[in-house]
């Protein structure tokens, strides 16, 4: 499978021609938050795949209700005038669940299509309300969006827009990274400065020019960077003021990841838009969708057709299967269970890792969490080694050790299923020290504990 898997797959974010030398670790099996690969390893998923198996893997109600659906209904198009009941019922339910007025949903089949939904949609919505001219989407750098041309546009990822450019009308401010960037500021002054970049550069552009910004709760791709308490207040108060459109990317925040349905109530923040994927199907389907606000959604349906759309938007299968993902989600209290039992447990023991050598910060917000690896502590300090060797290093570590944790530069991200048990989280924690203990071993025996 190694061999096949060289010679005809080409894999996402990745260097296949190195990949195709190592082979790819084959995944064959999964339970809960336990992997088995085709080597028989058991593996603790400590990513929930991609962010995105909330519930755990091998749910057999999921399967059966795809299969319910299948048999009866496969497929069929939300287009020309026509409808069909898992859409609709799913449609309804997020309206149910989705704070404020956020009561309509236009359906994707990923976070990435979501948010081009989103850049067409707030474009539109100005037109209609005759300022075509606003068409500007201010985002931010390290930001995460997807990696269509749109969502990767959105995203303030160097590396991808260096491979193939970027749409127009796109801008980006700086992040809410203190760890990295806030210097000798306190992590509130921080925060502050932060959001209000947003305001000085809608002023450099003209508030007539700009359409909306985007943002996710807690940036999860570029490094699960938890924002100081100020930013999202003032960023409320800024898209206030000006009377923009605020689009939350809940791709991964959304569905209990941060110990609420989404990351906007854990915040504060009151979208006029918000992205969904992941966790909606928990990953059983792919799924996503972009879910407006009264105002915006009625603007849009006003005038004309709005044209866009996807022909799996809506998919019946994806459907179902979202909509008993959140009735698993719902009656089994699984949000309740991230609030008052895994995430108590796993912070205690997660911001315990900072007495470790090599942690800087230990962070968490809900069941996304965070460590920063640095060679001194105190000054907060980069490593001599070009970013990401020792972050890649600890990874493989973890591997080596069947855990999985995902680098990000030199920082260390988990985001586990939201099932995880206490005892589970015994062997993350265990996983996660030891294999910080080899990495820190190596580190020294190689010379690379120094800093920039
Ligand atoms: N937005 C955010 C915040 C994400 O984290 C991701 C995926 N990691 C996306 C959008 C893109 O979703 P997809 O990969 O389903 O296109």
Request: contains cysteine; charged residues 20%; hydrophobic residues 40%.
């Amino acid at each position: 499978m190694q061999a096949l898997d060289a010679k005809h797959h080409m894999h996402p974010f990745t260097e296949n021609a190195a990949l195709a030398r190592k082979g790819a670790r084959i995944m064959v099996r999964g339970e809960g938050v336990w992997l088995t690969d085709s080597e028989g390893h058991r593996i603790l998923d400590g990513m929930a795949g991609l962010w995105c198996t909330n519930i755990g893997y091998g749910r057999k109600e999921l399967g059966d209700v795809a299969k319910r659906q299948m048999d009866e209904l496969a497929y069929y198009n939300t287009f020309f005038q026509t409808s069909h009941v898992p859409a609709i019922a799913l449609a309804a339910k997020l309206a149910e669940l989705a704070p404020g007025d956020l009561n309509h949903t236009f359906f994707a089949g990923s976070g990435s299509e979501a948010n081009d939904t989103n850049i067409r949609a707030v474009r539109r919505y100005w037109d209609i309300k005759g300022q075509p001219e606003k068409r500007v989407i201010i985002a931010r750098t390290n930001g995460y969006h997807g990696s269509t041309m749109g969502g990767g546009s959105l995203g303030g990822m160097a590396p991808i827009h260096a491979h193939g450019g970027k749409i127009d009308g796109i801008v980006h401010i700086g992040e809410p990274n203190w760890w990295a960037q806030g210097g000798d500021m306190t992590p509130e002054a921080f925060g502050l400065m932060r959001a209000q970049e947003l305001e000085a550069k809608i002023l450099e552009l003209g508030v007539e020019k700009v359409a909306a910004f985007i943002g996710e709760p807690v940036q999860g791709a570029g490094g699960v960077i938890i924002p100081p308490s100020t930013y999202w207040p003032e960023i409320q108060r800024i898209v206030d003021k000006y009377g923009i459109l605020l689009i939350a990317d809940e791709v991964i925040t959304g569905f209990g990841r941060t110990g609420n349905w989404f990351g906007s109530e854990t915040f504060g923040i009151r979208p006029h838009i918000m992205t969904i994927a992941k966790g909606l199907s928990s990953g059983y389907q792919p799924i996503g969708g972009s879910i407006m606000c009264d105002e915006v959604a009625e603007i849009l349906g006003s005038h004309g057709d709005f044209n866009h759309g996807y022909t799996y938007s809506g998919h019946p299968v994806a459907a179902a299967v979202a909509l008993e993902n959140l009735r698993i989600i719902e009656e089994e209290g699984i949000i309740e269970h991230v609030r008052n039992v895994a995430h108590p447990y796993l912070n205690e023991r997660w911001q315990a890792l900072a007495d470790h050598p090599l942690v800087g910060e230990a962070k968490l917000v809900g069941l996304m969490g965070s460590i920063a690896l640095t060679p001194n502590k105190a000054t907060r300090a980069k490593f001599a080694s070009e970013t990401g060797t020792v972050g890649y290093r600890c990874r493989e570590r973890c591997f080596a050790n069947n855990l999985i944790m995902r680098h990000v530069g030199d920082r260390m991200i988990i985001a586990p299923p939201l099932v995880i048990r206490p005892e589970e989280i015994d062997v993350l924690i265990a996983r996660a020290r030891k294999s910080l203990d080899e990495c820190y071993a190596g580190l020294k025996d190689d010379g690379l504990l120094k800093a920039a």
